[in-house]
């Protein structure tokens, strides 16, 4: 069975600064995506980026950017020059190519201070 | 407007009574979602579709019931089995065989008294 692991509950960083959240994942396929959420005090489920696992290139979305390490079996998220708005619960979600199956990890808390 | 709407927002029920959570997508999306939502536990999947008269179990399926009669419905009934039911439920879309990302609605918020 897949599983997705976020080790950090909860961060906090400065305005402006780089963020980086952690994920890992545990498969025995190579076929697969991966996602991070953004889920903000309003509770809407937003996506942020998607990776697919054949691509070596990591997928970037404005401030947002993945690093993508298919062996090691990591997904983290860049978030630069952070704004307030990007304070929110983020989730990592891990998909097989073969099945329709979406399972998420615990979440980060991500505060951005002013 | 397309997307995925989650009645109502906030619920109520006495213990031991059933109730049933609406989803009802316009997006024309295959694969249907129920996630359920607690504090520190992330987005634990309950029952998942990907066609119309077929769902699988999640991981956290006992008390919970669903249906699939029609493409863009997916009710979600938490039954009095359920031991602890109170929490925030997410219902998702996708377009299904495995090619997207999930679409979600606003959420309900159930609360069991």
């Known amino acids: 069975a897949q599983t997705v692991t976020q080790s950090q509950p909860e961060m906090s960083v400065q305005e402006a600064e780089t963020v980086t959240l952690s994920c890992t994942y545990d498969t025995s396929e190579s076929n697969y995506y991966l996602f991070w959420y953004k889920q903000p005090p309003s509770r809407q489920m937003i996506l942020v980026i998607r990776?697919?696992?054949?691509?070596?290139q990591n997928a970037t979305e404005n401030r947002f950017s993945v690093n993508f390490q298919k062996a090691a079996k990591s997904f983290s998220l860049k978030i630069s020059d952070s704004q307030l708005g990007d304070t929110a619960m983020y989730f990592c979600?891990?998909?097989?190519?073969?099945?329709?199956?979406?399972?998420f990890g615990k979440g980060t808390r991500l505060h951005i201070l002013p | 407007d397309g997307g995925i709407t989650q009645s109502p927002k906030y619920l109520f029920r006495k213990e031991g009574q059933n109730v049933t959570l609406s989803c009802e997508q316009n997006?024309?999306?295959?694969?249907m979602y129920w996630y359920r939502q607690d504090p520190g536990q992330g987005l634990r999947l309950i029952y998942y579709s990907q066609i119309v008269n077929d769902f699988q179990k999640g991981d956290i399926a006992e008390g919970y019931s669903v249906s699939r009669e029609k493409k863009e419905s997916f009710p979600l009934t938490v039954t009095s089995a359920q031991k602890n039911p109170t929490a925030f439920y997410l219902c998702a879309s996708s377009i299904g065989g495995g090619l997207t990302e999930a679409f979600f609605g606003q959420g309900t918020r159930l609360t069991v008294v």
């Open positions: 997006l024309n999306h295959d694969a």
């Open positions: 979600a891990f998909r097989l190519n073969r099945d329709d199956k979406i399972i």
């Open positions: 990776q697919e696992a054949y691509k070596q």
